[in-house]
């Protein structure tokens, strides 16, 4: 296994699809690198590409407020997406592509060894949770894989387009906080 900078080196050096020819940085993710709680989105967005730092537009900002109503330290988790480029035009990332970033995760996964994963919408919950997950049914139900507990929440982007999912997300942060505050030992 890559130590952490020789797998942020090897990140900030992809060449493995078409997004590495459009983006302006790479964007690896940040936070704690023992964090028991990982939060993963699909994408980069356009803030997020020119900063080289996830979850910084105006989703990033609904974000850091959404940890604030669990008492969650955005310093405290660490914040990541499954495509390290931001897709043009903000699309949904390719299969491709989600495939040329899968070992730059697994291996963050393998080097944080997180308690709990919450996928950052539909896409991401697609490739992590199950290949059939669907937001609107399954968002804020537990599974466990390998050991990690693992549920999907309302992409932040999303829920500034529609802010009728802002209830049903509160009760899923409260849910994500209980898990927290039963499995975890250093988050709080």
Not at 8 to 21: D, H, S, T
Not at 101 to 116: H, K
Request: proline share 6%; net charge neutral; with cysteine.
């Amino acid at each position: 296994m890559k130590s952490w900078d020789e797998l942020y080196a090897a990140c900030m050096a992809c060449r493995k699809c078409p997004l590495a020819e459009t983006r302006h940085n790479v964007v690896f993710g940040e936070g704690a690198r023992d964090a028991e709680v990982m939060f993963i989105g699909e994408g980069p967005g356009e803030q997020e590409d020119l900063t080289g730092r996830p979850f910084v537009g105006r989703a990033g900002k609904l974000l850091d407020d959404m940890l604030e109503m669990i008492d969650l330290k955005r310093e405290k988790v660490f914040i990541g997406n499954m495509v390290k480029c931001r897709p043009p035009e903000n699309r949904d990332p390719l299969p491709a592509e989600q495939e040329a970033c899968m070992d730059y995760l697994r291996a963050q996964v393998a080097l944080i060894q997180p308690r709990i994963i919450v996928c950052l919408g539909r896409v991401s919950a697609l490739k992590l949770i199950r290949p059939d997950f669907k937001i609107t049914q399954d968002h804020g139900q537990w599974v466990e894989k390998a050991g990690v507990q693992m549920m999907a929440l309302y992409h932040p982007a999303a829920l500034l387009r529609d802010p009728r999912k802002r209830p049903e997300t509160f009760v899923d942060l409260k849910s994500l906080q209980a898990k927290i505050r039963e499995i975890c030992t250093h988050t709080y």
